[in-house]
């Protein structure tokens, strides 16, 4: 796990030393990704140069060291993430004649580089890769970025400047660009709260998409192919579905997985994992446990508001499971604390707030172990999310009726606020009252007049609609307004968990995992996203994965033979934080002073007077707006951090 970049100059010839040092402003930028090790090399020739900050994993010895050039000389490389399956293409070499100088990763995919060709051996890898390969005698650049997008690439081309990286910043740091905010990306961020790929925060800059390989000839002009398409393993998955029983399917599914956390847990270095006692994490440790007869190590954060608080619920899977524990109880003065550094850590602006407790928890978990296995993922191949099932049920029944009645329920059900539904329905037992139902009859009432299936998936997943927002920009509109989506996958839950496969996860998940795990120097790895299982997910039958209106239930199985079903059943919670509670008390003022009218108006884009009338109806109670004024706190405090490094 490691940090990249580099620069190809093809209109300026500059010395060794000048991309040298460069190449060294860009590798310092990524110091937190890998503060082990540096490496810069350089070809002043062709003008190119390539940079590593190496977090040493597997083979700790010099040997390691990159950039790495193949023994043939041809390939230099530059790699962030792990082959799991590198010592089976290590022995398959060694079989050819090949003789290695380590036992790293990097070196046996540069001789297999040489042996089977790029393309080729980046479709034999199980991991988790973004990566840089420099081919000296035909001068060609190629990058590439895994199946999932676990590991992150952005790159962009000014004239005859390509720089890429692991990050924004570094490219930020090559003086031969100048940044340029991208006012059309900030009215999708505003929607997601994130910035959906291929775009950037910044004009001309793109995140490579997951399963790509760019190929770039000198002096040439850029070339993306998909070496992996999660399109196409959705549909060829639903038209092949597997026959088999359940316990055929649930044997199948922990064989994978089993072999896929084993994978997970090898290295030079401690492993441990995040545990959250929900269905996902603690698949991933049960697994764990049963590869390794040793304690595994478990790391949890809990919050002193009830409600947020899943600590108790992960130590009691921990005491089963008889895992060496460690959890921290995190407070308003912890999130404080953490506030100011998030511009830093995401380089672009990204509003998905449980960024806190996951920086959080890989601060904890960092002072222990140097990788961390993660249960991210399950929810998207197994439909887990709540959304699924209550889109569902609330098309089902709204396209039965007329959309005038559906018009007046929604009126209805917005005369009172939800403030006022909770103390209209206080009555209700507390077992049976769903937390926050104000809140939640609003958001019944928002998609009650819509017209498709489609709309209800996306409103339920937009934040701001970015009209309301930021009136006067027009909002680039990608993969979740393709109409061939719909008539390729005509089941609205499959088509749901396909759309947040490609977008929701990748650019928020993994991007909100990989930044807070990078940031202090942990590596993040997530079994449940072995591509393999991903395929064979898709090739499940809908009732493997929803039974009873429980998601995700063939994985509940699996885990059930490891884990009690009593100490895992329970209302879905999601990684959240008390961020209404905390706006309105120890966040208040510097929320204020982010959200003042004079403020907000600087950029001439934001839409001031609805933004401060949510912000007075969150203080008042009257309405819970936390992750839309999130949205515009993470923006306009990005803007501080850098808006004098870009032009707007």
């Not at 606020?417 to 009859?441: C, E, F, H, N, T």
């Amino acid at each position: 796990m490691c940090g990249i970049a580099g620069l190809l100059n093809f209109d300026v010839r500059p010395s060794e030393s000048e991309l040298r040092h460069v190449a060294q402003s860009m590798s310092s930028a990524l110091r937190h990704r890998g503060p082990d090790d540096e490496g810069i090399w350089a070809d002043s020739d062709a003008g190119i140069a390539l940079a590593h900050r190496r977090l040493s994993i597997v083979d700790l010895s010099p040997a390691g060291h990159q950039p790495m050039v193949s023994s043939d000389g041809r390939y230099v490389v530059t790699y962030n993430g792990e082959f799991y399956n590198y010592q089976g293409l290590r022995s398959e070499l060694e079989g050819r004649g090949v003789r290695f100088r380590g036992h790293s990763d990097t070196e046996i995919a540069l001789e297999a580089f040489f042996a089977y060709g790029i393309a080729e051996t980046i479709k034999r890898l199980i991991g988790m890769f973004s990566l840089a390969v420099w081919d000296r005698r035909d001068r060609t650049l190629v990058l590439v970025r895994d199946r999932l997008g676990i590991k992150p690439l952005y790159w962009g081309k000014f004239g005859g400047l390509f720089l890429f990286g692991s990050e924004l910043k570094a490219l930020r740091a090559c003086p031969g660009w100048t940044p340029k905010v991208n006012n059309a990306a900030i009215a999708s961020y505003l929607r997601h709260n994130y910035v959906p790929a291929p775009h950037t925060i910044y004009e001309g800059v793109h995140k490579l998409e997951p399963g790509s390989i760019l190929t770039l000839p000198w002096n040439g002009e850029p070339r993306i192919e998909r070496f992996w398409d999660a399109r196409t393993v959705a549909l060829t998955g639903l038209a092949s579905p597997i026959e088999a029983s359940d316990e055929e399917l649930i044997e199948q599914l922990e064989t994978l997985l089993k072999d896929a956390v084993k994978r997970r847990m090898v290295a030079d270095v401690p492993v441990g994992a995040f545990l959250s006692g929900g269905v996902d994490s603690s698949t991933v440790v049960a697994l764990m446990r049963a590869a390794n007869a040793d304690k595994v190590k478990t790391y949890t954060i809990g919050f002193d508001i009830a409600g947020f608080d899943e600590a108790p619920h992960a130590k009691a899977v921990a005491n089963h499971l008889q895992t060496e524990h460690t959890e921290l109880t995190a407070t308003a003065q912890d999130a404080l604390d953490v506030i100011p550094r998030l511009p830093d850590l995401y380089d672009e602006p990204f509003a998905d707030s449980s960024q806190i407790p996951t920086y959080l928890v890989s601060a904890l978990t960092r002072k222990h172990v140097t990788v961390a296995l993660s249960g991210d993922g399950g929810d998207e191949l197994f439909a887990g999310y709540n959304r699924y099932r209550f889109a569902n049920r609330t098309w089902g029944a709204m396209s039965r009726l007329p959309h005038g009645v559906r018009k007046g329920i929604s009126a209805a059900l917005t005369g009172l606020s939800p403030a006022q539904w909770s103390r209209v329905l206080a009555a209700i037992p507390a077992r049976y009252r769903p937390p926050q139902l104000g809140d939640k009859l609003h958001k019944f009432a928002s998609v009650l007049t819509l017209d498709s299936a489609d709309d209800v998936y996306r409103q339920l997943i937009s934040h701001w609609q970015p009209l309301e927002a930021i009136p006067n920009v027009v909002e680039p509109k990608g993969l979740l307004w393709d109409p061939t989506v719909a008539d390729q996958i005509p089941g609205l839950t499959d088509r749901m968990q396909f759309l947040d496969l490609v977008t929701y996860l990748p650019d928020d998940i993994l991007t909100k995992v990989d930044r807070a795990s990078m940031a202090v120097g942990l590596e993040a790895r997530v079994p449940l996203l072995d591509h393999r299982v991903v395929e064979f997910a898709w090739r499940l039958p809908q009732s493997m994965k929803i039974r009873n209106g429980t998601g995700r239930w063939l994985l509940r199985q699996v885990l059930y033979r490891h884990v009690p079903q009593q100490l895992i059943e329970r209302p879905k919670m999601g990684f959240g934080i008390p961020l209404d509670h905390w706006l309105r008390g120890p966040l208040r003022e510097w929320a204020e002073s982010l959200l003042a009218e004079q403020r907000l108006g600087e950029t001439g884009l934001l839409n001031v007077r609805h933004i401060r009338e949510r912000w007075a109806e969150h203080l008042s109670g009257h309405r819970n707006w936390q992750h839309h004024l999130w949205s515009v706190l993470m923006f306009e405090a990005w803007r501080d951090r850098w808006s004098t490094k870009a032009a707007a």
